[in-house]
């Protein structure tokens, strides 16, 4: 999910479980759970809006 993030910011939760072939309830729960550890920011409105995977999400990816 990362991956796709970085690739493009504007992905929606929806898009994102299409890509990888699950739920967006389990995506928007993913997502949550980055939020809560400090590696993804979501700027802007929900349907505007983009993600910024933190230094710290990218550097975990990374690794």
């Known amino acids: ?3 796709l993030l970085l690739e493009d910011e504007h992905l ?3 898009k994102i479980a299409k890509q990888l072939g699950l739920g967006s309830r389990s995506i928007e729960k993913n997502i949550k759970k980055l939020k809560d550890y400090g590696l993804l920011i979501r700027h802007g409105s929900p349907k505007n809006g983009h993600w910024e ?3 710290g999400g990218s550097k ?3 690794d």
């Open 12 to 14: 929606s939760a929806i």
């Open 60 to 62: 975990k990816w990374q």
């Open 1 to 3: 999910m990362i991956n």
């Open 53 to 55: 995977v933190t230094g």
